[in-house]
T-cell receptor, first 113, second 117 residues
Framework: DQQVKQNSPSLSVQEGRISILNCDYT??????FLWYKKYPAEGPTFLIS?????DKNEDGRFTVFLNKSAKHLSLHIVPSQPGDSAVYFC????????????FGKGTLLTVNP | NAGVMQNPRHLVRRRGQEARLRCSPM?????VYWYRQLPEEGLKFMVY????????ESGMPKERFSAEFPKEGPSILRIQQVVRGDSAAYFC???????????????FGPGTRLTVT
């Protein structure tokens, strides 16, 4: 049973435009939500997180929005760059822990020059 | 400052053989986590270890899988009598010491892709 769902397997955008990646979750008790980026043949790299007490967190070109009533979070990348092309995973620590991460299936973002 | 190291990067085993996957955490990190990514799935937590201690193995299959993190040397994930369903990418992550225990800010290695034929 998936606790986090990324329903779009892939997304293609033009360089300079906004990329919006989406994630839905099932458990309203989650405290933190994370986004990881993964290039081929590499491990996931932590990108940005958001606490459940916030609805927005921004870091440079990356902003994560949390809608608790909808159990939905999104990652906005603006402006998108070709180097952003990667698989993006949302993840949550679960089971009352702060370390047992469960990941969505990922969304492959392709930014076209 | 080297990142998390995993070897081998690719491992092919026949059904019934043993697989040993190694992970060296980042320098200064004392917490190690193992994850498995089955085809078309997200990463799933398997086990959390500190030096010489298994802290949480709630994500490990009950049989054939074991993990250790000895005082000296890398962490080892061991799979005995492998079956085709064990074919997956296995990722190791590490985090620095934290008073509250593990951390969600984990640094991942490149993974070991295990193929069982």
């Amino acid at each position: 049973d998936q606790q986090v769902k990324q329903n779009s397997p892939s997304l293609s955008v033009q360089e300079g435009r906004i990329s919006i990646l989406n994630c839905d979750y099932t458990n309203s008790m989650f405290d933190y939500f994370l986004w990881y980026k993964k290039y081929p043949a590499e491990g996931p790299t932590f990108l940005i997180s958001i606490s459940s007490i916030k609805d927005k967190n921004e870091d440079g070109r990356f902003t994560v929005f949390l809608n608790k009533s909808a159990k939905h979070l999104s990652l906005h990348i603006v402006p998108s760059q070709p180097g952003d092309s990667a698989v993006y995973f949302c993840a949550v620590p679960w089971g009352g822990s702060n370390y047992k991460l469960t990941f969505g299936k990922g969304t492959l973002l392709t930014v076209n020059p | 400052n080297a990142g998390v190291m995993q070897n081998p990067r690719h491992l092919v085993r026949r059904r019934g053989q043993e697989a040993r996957l190694r992970c060296s955490p980042m320098k200064g990190h004392s917490h190690v986590y193992w994850y498995r990514q089955l085809p078309e799935e997200g990463l799933k937590f398997m086990v959390y270890l500190q030096k010489e201690n298994i802290i949480d193995e709630s994500g490990m299959p009950k049989e054939r899988f074991s993990a250790e993190f000895p005082k000296e040397g890398p962490s080892i994930l061991r799979i005995q009598q492998v079956v085709r369903g064990d074919s997956a990418a296995y990722f190791c992550a590490s985090s620095p010491p934290d008073r509250s225990g593990g951390s969600y800010e984990q640094y991942f290695g490149p993974g070991t892709r295990l193929t069982v034929t």
